[in-house]
Each structure stands twice: as structure tokens, then as C-alpha cells.
């Protein structure tokens, strides 16, 4: 599977999880260089906080585009070490 968004690669791995229609990549599997921190955080009752980055490919930002589990509960623990995209991310 290969996330990509505005012509480059986010994340490429054939190790994926998909939960909830999402395929969680490995965060070894992803190019850390172009997310960026982001202070955005939502809550799930069966995930837990839910933690995001901004997408950033040259001068264009997909801003919340990852999200990621730093402490998934239990029910969870699949997506742990794990991102997962959105917001006009293709992952194909």
C-alpha cells in the first residue's frame, strides 16, 4: 500500500492495518520528513486520543491530513507505532 498526496510518497508498506476502512501504516514505513507535529488532537471511546500531523510536500500543507495512537487502548493495540491518512491523501 502506498500513501501519497501532492506527487510524493508518504508511506509505502505491504504491512498495513486496516481498521475502520483505514489502513494504519507503519511509522518506520513513513517519510517523517514531510509530516509535521500538530497540536490537534480528537478523542475515540474504543481507540483512545488520537494525535495528528500536518502533511507538508514543498510548499503545500494537508493540514490534520495523519493521525496516530500514541496510547491506543486495549481494544487498540493494533494501530499502535501506526498512521493513518485522510483528507485527499490517496492510498492506494
Known amino acids: 500500500m502506498k ?6 510518497v508518504i508511506a509505502d508498506s505491504d504491512d ?3 481498521v475502520e476502512g483505514n489502513h494504519y501504516f507503519p511509522l518506520a514505513a513513513v517519510d ?8 490537534s ?6 481507540k483512545g486520543t488520537a494525535s495528528y500531523y500536518d502533511v507538508v510536500v514543498g510548499d503545500k500543507v494537508n493540514a490534520d491530513a495523519a493521525w496516530y495512537y500514541p496510547d491506543p487502548l486495549p481494544e487498540a493495540r493494533d494501530v499502535a507505532g ?11
Do not use: K, P, Q
Open 16 to 18: 498495513t492495518v486496516v
Open 32 to 39: 517523517r520528513a514531510l509530516l509535521r507535529d500538530s497540536a
Open 3 to 8: 500513501a501519497v498526496w501532492n506527487g510524493a
Open 41 to 46: 488532537h480528537t478523542e475515540c471511546n474504543w
Open 82 to 92: 501506526r498512521v493513518a491518512f485522510w483528507r485527499g491523501v490517496e492510498i492506494t
